[in-house]
């Protein structure tokens, strides 16, 4: 099992970056996809139509969301860990997941990059 820590530059402040990832009409917006997703700890979610699919266990409001996030029926869950970190010109995001198994590291955190915060960063784009 791997872990994957790296930091993301969102040109929003972190309220607004929190809220897009905590309101099911935003992850609806900027995922492009369907959303089941309710902001409380011990809900369940899924995104991209059941590609990521997990548990809520915590929120922290514009500091820090914490959800497991399920690898087949096989795997121990992995906990993601996002915090979010004012900067000068927006929101530095922290993102660390534990437990990916590692035939899967390589395309989750490729995928992870391209489409999870891809969709984040062409979301808050500036104009």
Known sequence: M?????????????????????????????TGAEVEFTDQP???FSLWEGDIIGKNLEFDYGKKIVQQWYFGEDNEPSI??????????GTSLEFVQTNIPD??????????????????????EEE
Do not use: C, R
Request: net charge negative; aromatic share 20%; no cysteine.
């Open 2 to 30: 791997k872990t994957f820590k790296k930091y993301y530059y969102l040109p929003a402040p972190p309220e607004e970056v929190y809220l897009a990832m905590t309101k099911a009409q935003s992850i609806q917006l900027w």
């Open 42 to 44: 011990d809900t369940e």
């Open 80 to 89: 993601v860990t996002i915090k979010f970190h004012a900067d000068k010109k």
């Open 103 to 124: 035939e899967d590291y390589e395309d989750f955190t490729a995928g992870l990059n391209e489409y999870y915060i891809g969709g984040l960063q062409d979301f808050f």
